[in-house]
């Protein structure tokens, strides 16, 4: 993770500001949502809010929000490949 993805999960006002793990992931029921970038994403929108939507001043948590989403991804690609689920 980098320094910017770090500082938004610091300051964001979640009460358990950490990622789901894949063992969260896995037990969730069928039907519940789980966003394991969900600190990441409030943060991207709420910095849109703030700024009156100008994407250019957002861009760090944009940034943030696609490496949180590409880590998640390889780790599922490789629980999968591991058959872990």
């Known amino acids: 993770?980098?320094?910017?993805?770090?500082?938004?999960r610091r300051e964001?006002?979640?009460k358990d500001p950490r990622r789901v793990t894949l063992r969260e992931f896995q037990s969730k029921k069928s039907s519940k949502f789980m966003?394991?970038?969900a600190i990441e994403a409030k943060a991207s929108?709420?910095?849109l809010d703030d700024n009156n939507y100008?994407?250019?001043?957002?861009?760090d948590y944009f940034a943030a929000y696609r490496e949180c989403k590409q880590?998640?991804?390889?780790?599922?690609?490789?629980?999968?490949?591991?058959?872990?689920?």
């Not at 100008?54 to 861009?59: A, R, Y």
């Open 71 to 85: 880590m998640w991804i390889a780790e599922r690609r490789r629980a999968r490949l591991n058959g872990e689920l």
């Open 54 to 59: 100008d994407k250019t001043l957002c861009s």
């Open 35 to 37: 966003d394991p970038c």
């Open 1 to 8: 993770m980098n320094d910017t993805t770090d500082e938004i």
């Open 12 to 14: 964001s006002q979640e």
């Open 45 to 47: 929108f709420k910095c």
